[in-house]
């Protein structure tokens, strides 16, 4: 008698998980802005790249486990080139300033950085009205005409990475 293989499924997590991906539950402040089309494609760069730069410079601004027994400890350096650090060291400080200037700084920094979810992602409807909003957006155009990020990039790539998504959670759900 053949044996049968085992069909092995992919983990796709609890059922409480999947329910929480399905309604958007897990995404970030700055990926919700972007699937209302809040944002364009451009300020959703800069506001990733803000958070890579503050990374680099300051560690992961949220709270994660890590393993006590690695050699390298907590605190070992992910990049050892020290004209590279400088660089983007500069270019960190460069881009709290240029907020800072704006007076952008607060609302872009909780968004990107310590994914705070602003109040007008309640009611989307009247965002683009509300004043966090203008805020946030004036930051991230700044940040993005700074790092020069092009503006004339389309969103199809994102809406067909979203589209399949949203597909495997449908079929993860039923």
Not at 10 to 35: I, M, S, V
Not at 116 to 127: D, H, I, M, Q, R
Request: glycine share 4%; net charge positive; aromatic share 12%.
């Amino acid at each position: 008698m053949p044996r049968k293989r085992a069909y092995r499924r992919k983990n796709l997590g609890t059922p409480e998980l999947r329910r929480r991906r399905l309604y958007d539950d897990t995404l970030e402040p700055l990926d919700l802005c972007f699937k209302a089309e809040l944002i364009e494609n451009h300020h959703y760069r800069a506001g990733i790249h803000l958070r890579h730069l503050r990374t680099i410079r300051f560690g992961i601004a949220n709270i994660r486990a890590y393993d006590c027994f690695d050699l390298g400890g907590i605190y070992a350096a992910k990049y050892t080139d020290e004209k590279f650090l400088a660089e983007m060291n500069y270019k960190y400080k460069e881009s709290t300033r240029i907020l800072d200037e704006a007076n952008c700084y607060n609302i872009v920094m909780s968004v990107c950085i310590y994914l705070e979810k602003p109040k007008f992602l309640k009611v989307l409807s009247l965002a683009r009205r509300s004043l966090e909003f203008r805020l946030l957006h004036k930051g991230l155009t700044i940040l993005s005409e700074f790092y020069e990020f092009d503006k004339q990039e389309t969103r199809e790539v994102y809406y067909n990475a979203c589209n399949k998504k949203t597909a495997c959670k449908l079929q993860a759900v039923n």
